[in-house]
């Protein structure tokens, strides 16, 4: 085999390589920054992350904080039901979810402090990077900043990655300031239940193949045509971006990683064959190949089956308690592409997809150092509209955590009996960011740094949420 390649300081052509396959890219920093980064303030035990993001603002008081004392005219139409845990209640849409409590964090506290963040574009961003999305710097999602401050212990795919990148406001993920190494790298499709689902561009080539892939790769090595002197760094980042290219393309794991049908039918029916499903254990075929941090966002695709299913999210301004589409009459228009968060396109399939998650990472050992996250940029109002459906709401909402040292089968935090706003130990995104970082065991006292050298701290208006560790 061609020796490893090497991009020489002055070698400019190399560019157009990297760029078709920098969709992988090798971490920003070595590894060993792992043990030197957060060696003063080590509290987590997690060596990955996994997020299920249901955008769309889900809402809190049908799911995970039920209300059985709010007003008649606004309350849920789904009762509580007990847990497996004495005292903690979810409402009848978590039914599988209530057998798996005893592992899990319920964050009933979180809120927004500034109303910059009450729509879905800046509320995603907001979520994605723990930092609200203001001023000159443009920040980084939670994941490029982990990819760019720890890599990860998969070489043949990219640290941070997110199945399958296309809810409505997937366009929010941001690189930010850190180099292109740090960046999402999107799976792509529509509906990862149907057969032979693959993620495209995995693949070398069949008409060039390995031998002759090597030989052009080891060729490019020894060109040198004029990269400007100071581009050290930029050199260096396509350095390591045609390496990591290098690898994905001839690991035989890189599709592998990805291939479903790899997994026991009887798993993939306990997922839940739908779309959210095959997502969630996508995620968790993710972890188990090392990735460090796998962000997985759900919105069911239109099919024959979801008529006026245009917009699967969770927006549910018109007819929330529908029992088939939103779009009745009468509908204001905001919500009319989803079904009622009661059916089996909503709440249905993330209660079994969800419960299925949990029980199969407990069992293969992997809730031990994964931290898993259910997340969503807010919740709905307390009150139903005119529409028979609910609002943005960032007063409370609900998250959910797991694994990796966190108590399971307790709730943190308190809203009012109408889930209106937070009573009790009130937490933010920020915080929920600096949670991750500190159970990664990242440094929160050590900055990243702007191309013109501007320290810029982790989660610096957020402390972690003490309940979790």
């Given amino acids: 085999m061609p020796r490893a390649y090497r991009l020489g300081r002055r070698n400019f052509i190399g560019i157009g390589l990297a760029g078709g396959l920098s969709i992988f890219n090798a971490p920003a920093r070595s ?21 299920i993001l249901e955008q769309g603002g889900l809402s809190h008081t049908d799911t995970w904080d039920p209300k059985p004392d709010a007003l008649a005219e606004h309350s849920s139409v789904y009762r509580p039901i007990s847990t497996n845990v004495p005292g ?50 443009e920040m980084p999602d939670i994941g490029s900043v982990v990819a760019h401050r720890i890599g990860s212990n998969c070489r043949f795919l990219a640290p941070y990655i997110m199945a399958p990148g296309n809810h409505e406001q997937a366009k929010m993920t941001r690189g930010g300031f850190l180099p292109p190494g740090s960046q999402v790298f999107k799976t792509g499709g529509r509906d990862l239940s149907e057969p032979g689902w693959k993620v495209p561009g995995l693949g070398l080539n069949k008409a060039i193949g390995e031998q002759r892939f090597l030989s052009r790769l080891g060729l490019l090595g020894d060109l040198d045509i004029g990269l400007p002197t100071n581009s050290s760094q930029n050199a260096e980042g396509w ?80 007819f929330i308690y529908a029992t088939g589409t939103c779009n009745l009459p009468g509908a204001g228009g905001g919500g009319r592409g989803r079904y009622g968060i009661g059916t089996w396109w909503m709440m249905g399939s993330v209660d079994q997809a969800f419960a299925a998650l949990i029980e199969d990472m407990d069992q293969r050992g992997l809730l031990e150092d994964t931290l898993v996250c259910f997340v969503t940029e807010f919740g709905r109002t307390p ?23 966190t108590p399971g089968g307790q709730v943190v935090g308190a809203s009012d009996r109408h889930g209106g706003y937070v009573t009790d130990r009130a937490y933010t995104p920020d915080d929920y960011a600096a949670t991750i970082y500190r159970k990664l065991g990242m440094d929160l006292n050590e900055p990243l740094r702007t191309a013109d050298n501007r320290p810029i701290f982790l989660a610096a208006n957020g402390e972690p949420i003490r309940e979790v560790f």
């Fill in 88 to 137: 903690m209640q979810f409402t009848e849409l978590l039914t599988h979810t209530s057998k798996v409590a005893d592992k899990l964090s319920v964050i009933r506290s979180m809120h927004h402090t500034s109303g910059i963040a009450n729509g879905h574009p800046k509320g995603t961003q907001y979520a994605l990077s723990g930092h609200l999305p203001i001023g000159p710097v």
């Fill in 383 to 405: 009150k139903i509209n005119k529409a028979q459906g609910r609002d943005h709401w960032t007063g409370a909402y609900s998250i959910v955590m797991a694994g990796a040292g």
């Fill in 239 to 318: 350095e390591k971006a045609i390496a990591q290219a290098h690898e994905s393309l001839l690991h035989p794991s890189s599709k592998t990683a990805f291939d479903l049908e790899r997994e026991p039918d009887k798993l993939r029916d306990t997922y839940g064959r739908g779309h959210r499903g095959q997502c969630y254990l996508l995620g968790r075929r993710l972890i188990e190949q090392g990735v460090r941090f796998v962000t997985i966002d759900v919105r069911e695709p239109l099919t024959t089956k979801t008529p006026g299913g245009t917009n699967l999210n969770w927006d549910h301004h018109d």
């Fill in 31 to 51: 590894t060993a920054r792992e043990s030197q980064s957060g060696a003063n303030n080590r509290s987590g035990r997690a060596k990955n992350v996994l997020i």
